[in-house]
């Protein structure tokens, strides 16, 4: 979900931070994206970056591309969808999947069944205590090493908002709590960590470790501004969101972007449903 954070959001992430240790990349080298850089988000279907791209982001499945800075992508805090009419339990990281090896690990309501993200059709993950917190970075541990493996620069943490969605079960320094163990993992084994979305963390996002962001349409939520990684926001606007009105003035996102923080970090416009190049609506444009 994508909301601009209130005061009382703002107030509890400084709370909630207080006390936060920064986490720093262990000794093993942490590369950080390239100022200026151009991005390509590829998480729908990968195929060669376009001319210029020299930061793609890719699902962890996917194999990183050659000779630009890779971000591999982890759905952290949810499961992925069950394929459509189907829900097979030999599809890792699907909701079948963890519903037959890890149930335990998926968020409840009152009625037993799991707390969905009616959205996108994913279970979140409960992650209200350290066991379960350490369970589950066993499991996704392995995701993040296998990135390293294969070679990429970097991991993408997607749904860091899960609590928005967690029916009031769980709050945002659950989410927080996880990246504490999450980061120095990562960092370990040489990848850089984004954060994904969640503008209301502020200063509390480097603080608690992480190295970059990756900012889904901060500018239709006029939000932008509250990444502290300067140069280093990768922004991501889509192309079916609403015309916005400055000023009287009435133009698309990527449009206002653009003008105004062109030079500032890489700015992309990408087709809502992320599809590789020669798919039926595939959109590619950059400032």
């Known amino acids: ?38 991005l390509d988000y590829q998480l729908g279907g990968a195929y060669p970056p376009p001319p210029g791209v020299d930061i793609v982001a890719r699902d962890r499945l996917q194999a990183p591309p050659d000779d630009v800075y890779a971000i591999c992508y982890v759905n952290l805090f949810q499961t992925q969808p069950d394929p459509e009419g189907a829900a097979e339990a030999d599809l890792e990281g699907t909701t ?88 120095p ?33 901060c500018e239709v939520y006029d939000e932008c501004d509250a990444y502290r990684y300067p140069g280093r926001v990768l922004e991501v606007e889509y192309t079916d969101t609403e015309d916005v009105t400055r000023d009287g003035v009435t133009r698309s996102a990527f449009a206002w972007a653009c003008e105004r923080r062109a030079g500032d970090h890489p700015i992309t416009l990408r087709d809502r449903d992320l599809v590789a190049t020669g798919e039926a609506g595939y959109v590619f444009e950059r400032c």
């Open 185 to 217: 993992l990562a960092h370990d084994r040489g990848l850089a960590v984004a954060q994904k979305n969640t503008a209301e963390l502020g200063e509390a996002g480097p603080q608690l470790g992480f190295d970059f962001a990756v900012a889904e349409e």
């Open 1 to 38: 979900m994508r909301r601009t954070a209130g005061p009382a959001a703002v107030a509890l992430v400084a709370l909630l931070c207080a006390g936060c240790a920064t986490t720093t990349p262990s000794e093993r080298s942490v590369r950080l994206p390239p100022e200026g850089g151009a």
């Open 96 to 183: 079948a999947w963890w519903e037959e090896e890890h149930p335990e690990l998926l968020l409840r309501g009152d009625d037993g069944a799991p707390v969905m993200d009616p959205e996108w059709n994913e279970a979140l993950f409960d992650i209200r205590t350290a066991a379960n917190r350490e369970a589950l970075s066993d499991i996704q541990g392995a995701w993040i090493e296998g990135c390293a493996d294969e070679g990429y620069d970097a991991m993408e943490a997607d749904n860091l908002d899960q609590h928005e969605r967690s029916e009031g079960l769980q709050t945002l320094d659950d989410a927080l709590a996880y990246m504490r163990v999450i980061i």
